[in-house]
């Protein structure tokens, strides 16, 4: 079993399931309508697109790298996006890393401006911090993309700094290069804050 294999994590909002490839159909119907806002992520467009997608983030989960999930809403059992563990380390040699990284995060439309990514969220923090443990989790983004930087400053993620041609760009248009990655940080000390923030943010 994956280091990261995590089970479902349940929210008021959100379910979070394990990625499967019975998921594809579900991230197909998730990644089509209104595109407008996907400028800076990695969503995949059509079927053939999903299911490399699928088959890629199962590759990196069998093998370490990842921990991918689907969003569904609760309300109506729908998928609504993808969101993912990744980039782990075990600097302290434990069975559980010891740093994360939440990303490859992404909502449909519909799903946007709701509860439902502040509750993700919560419940992957809560599941790395009280469960694996873990020292920090990272959450990086494009630098250009403001709408993103501003949604992680609200989360209570320490701005850490630019780290410049970095990673490979997802953004549209950019073709095949490398971006400057804003990153952000929530130590085992910045927890107890980062929660108490989160669940104030939800609706009571």
Known sequence: ?????????????????????????????????DRSTFSYTQVPDGRDEASDYVTWLLDDAAH??????????VDDATVVGCTRFLNPEWPLGRDHPDEVEIGGTWLSS????????TEAKLLLLTHAFEVWNVQRVAVCT????????????????????VFRRHRRSTHTGDGIRLRDTAAYAITIDDWPHVRALLTGHLPS
């Open 1 to 33: 079993m994956s280091h990261l294999a995590v089970p479902t994590l349940i929210g008021r909002y959100v379910v979070l399931e394990s990625l499967a490839i019975e998921h594809v159909d579900a991230i197909v119907l998730a990644g089509s309508g």
């Open 110 to 117: 519909s799903a946007q401006r709701t509860a439902i990514n």
């Open 64 to 73: 370490d790298r990842a921990g991918p999930f689907v969003q569904r809403r």
């Open 142 to 161: 494009d630098a250009r993309n403001e709408q993103s930087r501003r949604a992680i400053e609200r989360l209570g993620a320490q701005f850490e700094g």
